[in-house]
Nanobody, 126 residues
Framework: QVQLVESGGGLVQAGGSLRLSCAAS????????MGWFRQAPGEDREFVAV????????YYADSVKGRFTIFRDNAKNTVYLQMNSLKFDDTAVYYC???????????????????WGQGTQVTVSS
């Protein structure tokens, strides 16, 4: 089992930046691929980014590619989401999640993730 706690959300103007953090406790952090998802009011939860257990591989949703960067520090049991050039449409609750499967490819569906944080609100003003 792993516990995930997100932080770093807030209110930012369009064009601004935020860095989200997700701290993990429990089983060895490097055993999990880590993903970021988001959910806007009235919408389904959607994939944002994922990073492999080693940190060497990443994958992004088209809507954030080139603006967001996912990275991890296994020594600190933390995964990050650096968000630049924020847009109004990025407004959502952002969640980190852990995939314990150990499969050799990155997964984007919410059903594949075993553990979830409580979420952190990101609000982008236009």
């Amino acid at each position: 089992q792993v516990q995930l706690v997100e932080s770093g959300g807030g209110l930012v103007q369009a064009g601004g930046s935020l860095r989200l953090s997700c701290a993990a406790s429990g089983r060895p952090f490097e055993a999990y691929a880590m993903g970021w998802f988001r959910q806007a009011p009235g919408e389904d939860r959607e994939f944002v980014a994922v990073i492999s257990r080693s940190g060497f591989s990443t994958y992004y949703a088209d809507s954030v590619k080139g603006r967001f960067t996912i990275f991890r520090d296994n020594a600190k049991n933390t995964v990050y989401l650096q968000m630049n050039s924020l847009k109004f449409d990025d407004t959502a609750v952002y969640y980190c999640a852990a995939d314990k499967s150990g499969v050799g490819y990155l997964r984007t569906g919410t059903d594949y993730y075993d553990y979830w944080g409580q979420g952190t609100q990101v609000t982008v003003s236009s």
